[in-house]
């Protein structure tokens, strides 16, 4: 058995060759055969179809892997695609299109060994030039994938023997494999002119799309000749965009639908008294926060987030909107669930003169400004923008809460309005969510803010094998964020979603929502 990626202990390189998956390699080679040790899992039986109603799903949604920004199209890619490496239920790195991975002594050079037989579900085989191509539609001067920054560091991509890519990294990176777990990095046909077949939806996944129709609903069919037998339980998926909260639940208590997401907090317990429903409540790196942008004025003075950050009553939040499903923020995102979480970073306590003071450094007797909320940006988050509201009152700040349509939230206010509501998902690495969201000029730094030391370190940090000065470089990022950075982030959040008595499931990964966004393949239905 070849030795796990996860555990910090062996990333230290033992040899100046490459490292070889085996049982004596203690360095980073990666593979994780597929029935190794896992959480157990429920009796699993094959047949009937399941229909989820997500609470999310925009009709400018599409099948391009660039553009994906919701939980609709999350739940789809991980449904119907492959990924060289995927999370496991005990967030341990797994194999999926590569069957192995093996890594430089320095970690600046990966090679992947693709699994050997696997097609997508036209027939065609996949290939190490369908890798390259998915890989390198994500690169590029002229690439508007929010996907860029994750792969930004490679330098290149090359074929090196049969079925094996390599990829050469501009600087080592401890955690790279993690990177293709991300669901913009799917797996898809190469074009043959250098790009990607998205159009098609023709995917390597467990499971074949037939219907999609963007914010409205999705249709699969099981793959029947998936290269994984242990997985894609279900004969057929519907996956419906059910964005209005009662519907939704309405379409779950009537039988209609068998899961949901998103749930009420308010109403939970009572939605739980339902002998035919089961509640989940799974602690993990989702949070929700209210994107100041540091590039517009007065939210471009740090005194000014300052003092947005000392006006919001933390614990009031967690009570009245997660109703004690989640645990107070720190104003940065890398919470108990993650590896190197500090949890000896200061919390930022509600202190409305402390807020007025801030204001005054900024040279402001008082601060007016608009704050953007719908349900869409999380459950309650309107209710949570008026509470926010009525807390920064007492600190001489004026929020004028407009609360706008769900439909084409994440595309006319995100990243555009200047403070708005949003929710993170997280990702299973301190580097991957500070790349995608904190590092200066990425597409979904939704707080357009920068930092040159966080910069600095964020690069150091990726490359450093030796534990403890990994933790001390993601210790000071962490403080970065907290105290300079343009994300007020009062809470982390469970994810709490709803199953049917008919779904059967195991132990859940908690990281992302609905068992990391893969119960197609992991759930099933009793008789």
Not at 49 to 64: E, M, P, V, Y
Not at 117 to 139: C, E, K, L, Q, W
Not at 324 to 346: E, L, M, W
Not at 475 to 501: H, K, R
Request: proline share 5%; aromatic share 10%.
């Amino acid at each position: 058995m070849t030795e796990r990626t996860t555990s910090p202990a062996l990333l230290r390189p033992t040899r100046r060759t490459f490292l070889r998956t085996s049982a004596a390699a203690a360095g980073l080679a990666g593979t994780v055969p597929l029935l190794g040790a896992k959480p157990a899992r429920a009796q699993q039986k094959r047949g009937g179809l399941i229909r989820s109603a997500k609470g999310h799903g925009n009709t400018s949604d599409t099948l391009d892997p660039a553009t994906w920004t919701n939980g609709f199209t999350v739940a789809l890619t991980y449904g119907m695609n492959g990924f060289l490496t995927k999370v496991g239920v005990d967030g341990s790195l797994e194999p999926d299109v590569a069957e192995s991975w093996e890594a430089s002594p320095d970690a600046k050079t990966w090679r992947f060994t693709i699994r050997p037989g696997m097609t997508f579900h036209s027939g065609r085989p996949v290939t190490v030039d369908d890798v390259i191509a998915s890989v390198n539609y994500h690169r590029g001067e002229n690439s508007k994938s929010v996907a860029k920054p994750l792969v930004a560091p490679i330098v290149d991509i090359r074929k090196d023997g049969e079925g094996v890519v390599a990829f050469d990294l501009e600087t080592g990176s401890a955690d790279f494999p993690f990177v293709f777990t991300d669901y913009h990095m799917a797996i898809l046909p190469s074009d043959g002119a250098g790009s990607i077949d998205w159009r098609s939806g023709d995917g390597c996944g467990a499971y074949r799309l037939v219907e999609f129709d963007p914010g409205v609903i999705a249709r699969f069919e099981r793959f029947e000749d998936d290269w994984n037998q242990d997985r894609g339980f279900f004969d057929a998926v519907e996956m419906l965009s059910i964005v209005d909260l009662n519907a939704r639940t309405t379409a779950l208590v009537s039988g209609d639908v068998d899961v949901i997401d998103k749930l009420d907090l308010k109403t939970v317990a009572l939605l739980g008294r339902n002998p035919g429903i089961q509640i989940h409540s799974i602690a993990g790196p989702q949070y929700y926060s209210f994107a100041a942008r540091a590039d517009t004025s007065p939210l471009d003075d740090v005194n000014v987030r300052l003092a947005l950050k000392h006006a919001i009553n933390r614990e009031e939040l967690v009570e009245k909107i997660l109703f004690g499903h989640g645990t107070v923020g720190k104003d940065q995102p890398i919470g108990p669930s993650y590896r190197f979480h500090d949890p000896d970073i200061a919390q930022t306590p509600y202190d409305p003169d402390k807020a007025k003071f801030y204001l005054k450094e900024a040279g402001l007797d008082g601060l007016n400004v608009q704050l953007s909320a719908a349900d869409a940006a999380f459950p309650g988050a309107v209710d949570a923008a008026v509470l926010y509201q009525n807390s920064a009152a007492a600190a001489g700040i004026t929020l004028d809460v407009k609360r706008v349509p769900n439909d084409g939230y994440w595309s006319d206010v995100w990243l555009k309005a200047p403070f708005c509501a949003v929710y993170w998902g997280g990702r299973p690495t301190e580097d991957q969510i500070f790349t995608t969201a904190y590092e200066s000029g990425a597409a979904w730094n939704d707080s357009k803010w920068s930092n040159a030391r966080f910069d600095e370190l964020l690069v150091t940090a990726r490359a450093e094998l030796d534990e403890a000065k990994r933790r001390e470089m993601y210790s000071e990022m962490q403080q970065i964020v907290s105290t300079d950075g343009g994300t007020v982030l009062p809470m982390f959040a469970n994810f709490v979603f709803a199953t049917g008595s008919r779904v059967v499931h195991g132990d859940m990964a908690s990281n992302f929502d609905q068992d990391g966004e893969r119960w197609m393949e992991r759930w099933s239905l009793a008789d």
